[in-house]
């Protein structure tokens, strides 16, 4: 029982946010994962954050984003 009270909970990434580059993972991208200037950190959501790790996965995938600026 302590055990779950410290050891970091398993998550997974799905395997859909992966696919292709969302609007999320650029802001994320163009953020270059910094958390504290994300819209959904903005939003107080209660859940840990697997974008940065999802925008490596694309970028092995998929190459760099197509950015509009």
Not at 27 to 32: A, M, Q
Request: proline share 4%; hydrophobic share 30%.
């Amino acid at each position: 029982m302590l055990n779950q009270a410290i050891l970091p909970k398993h998550t997974e990434i799905s395997c859909s946010i992966t696919k292709n580059w969302t609007e999320q993972a650029i802001e994320c991208y163009k953020l270059n994962g910094n958390c504290s200037e994300c819209s959904i950190r903005k939003a107080h959501y209660s859940f840990d954050c697997q974008m940065p790790k999802v925008v490596e996965i694309l970028k092995l995938m998929n190459g760099e984003p197509e950015l509009d600026d």
